[in-house]
């Protein structure tokens, strides 16, 4: 497998949590072909440079061993086992391997079949993916319409976010905020995730606060 392959993969998982929390917050076409064009752009001209950023192993252990290592066929039988078996990083990282095709032709179904065993077992950052697939049935890797399901999302949303993930607070936000036009659900999952220390979460709490304080003062 070579350099530049593995350098590409890592930087196109490093960008799919990016373009999916963007998605979730801005609600909105624009930036899905936004975002589609700027990975296109950095494929072109700068993978092997991005891709320094990507492999956290406090964020995705697993990951980072299948793209450290030029066995990937050996590491991926060996996740395929783990994740048979119920480990649950295992079965996120499959997710994320069969939603971008990092090294496997892309699978939608295997994608979502993984991330839904990762989430129903616990894990946040499966629980997070699967969501944002479901809501807006789209992906860095393709189209996930067939999959939407806006309500089995925000069942997952709400799961990654009391589990503590801000990403899914703030995209919980987003989703009130803008598709529902529920500021008072939008200000409880603002707060949760400006609580947790995220300051456009706050920033966007008392926006939303002032526009309400304005309409009552008129």
Same mark, same amino acid.
């Given at each position: 497998?070579?350099?530049?392959?593995?350098?590409?993969?890592?930087?196109?998982?490093?960008?799919?949590?990016?373009?999916?929390?963007?998605?979730?917050?801005?609600?909105?076409?624009?930036?899905?072909?936004?975002?589609?064009?700027?990975?296109?752009?950095?494929?072109?001209?700068?993978?092997?440079?991005? !891709?320094?950023?990507?492999?956290?192993?406090?964020?995705?252990?697993?990951?980072?061993?299948?793209?450290?290592?030029?066995?990937?066929?050996?590491?991926?039988?060996?996740?395929?086992? !783990?994740?048979?078996?119920?480990?649950?990083?295992?079965?996120?990282?499959?997710?994320?391997?069969?939603?971008?095709?990092?090294?496997?032709?892309?699978?939608?179904?295997?994608?979502?079949?993984?991330?839904?065993? !990762?989430?129903?077992?616990?894990?946040?950052?499966?629980?997070?993916?699967?969501?944002?697939?479901?809501?807006?049935?789209?992906?860095? !890797?393709?189209?996930?319409?067939?999959?939407?399901?806006?309500?089995?999302?925000?069942?997952?949303?709400?799961?990654?976010?009391?589990?503590?993930?801000?990403?899914?607070?703030?995209?919980?936000?987003?989703?009130?905020?803008?598709?529902?036009?529920?500021?008072?659900?939008?200000?409880?999952?603002?707060?949760?995730?400006?609580? *947790?220390?995220?300051?456009?979460?706050?920033?966007?709490?008392?926006?939303?606060?002032?526009?309400?304080?304005?309409?009552? *003062?008129?």
């Amino acid at each position: 497998m070579s350099a530049s392959f593995l350098s590409e993969v890592k930087f196109l998982l490093d960008l799919k949590l990016s373009f999916m929390l963007s998605l979730c917050m801005k609600g909105s076409e624009m930036v899905l072909n936004k975002y589609i064009l700027f990975l296109v752009l950095v494929f072109l001209f700068s993978a092997p440079l991005a !891709a320094k950023a990507y492999c956290n192993k406090e964020y995705h252990r697993e990951l980072c061993v299948i793209y450290e290592t030029e066995d990937f066929q050996t590491e991926f039988r060996r996740l395929l086992l !783990a994740a048979s078996k119920g480990d649950t990083e295992a079965q996120t990282s499959l997710g994320t391997i069969y939603d971008t095709g990092a090294g496997v032709k892309p699978d939608k179904e295997e994608a979502i079949k993984w991330y839904r065993l !990762a989430a129903e077992n616990g894990d946040t950052s499966a629980q997070y993916s699967l969501a944002s697939i479901l809501y807006s049935g789209k992906s860095v !890797a393709g189209d996930y319409g067939a999959y939407k399901n806006k309500g089995d999302a925000l069942k997952w949303y709400k799961e990654a976010a009391k589990n503590g993930d801000i990403s899914a607070q703030l995209a919980l936000g987003g989703i009130y905020r803008l598709d529902y036009m529920d500021r008072e659900n939008a200000l409880k999952w603002y707060r949760m995730a400006a609580d *947790n220390g995220d300051q456009d979460a706050q920033k966007l709490y008392e926006e939303i606060t002032k526009e309400i304080a304005k309409e009552s *003062n008129e």
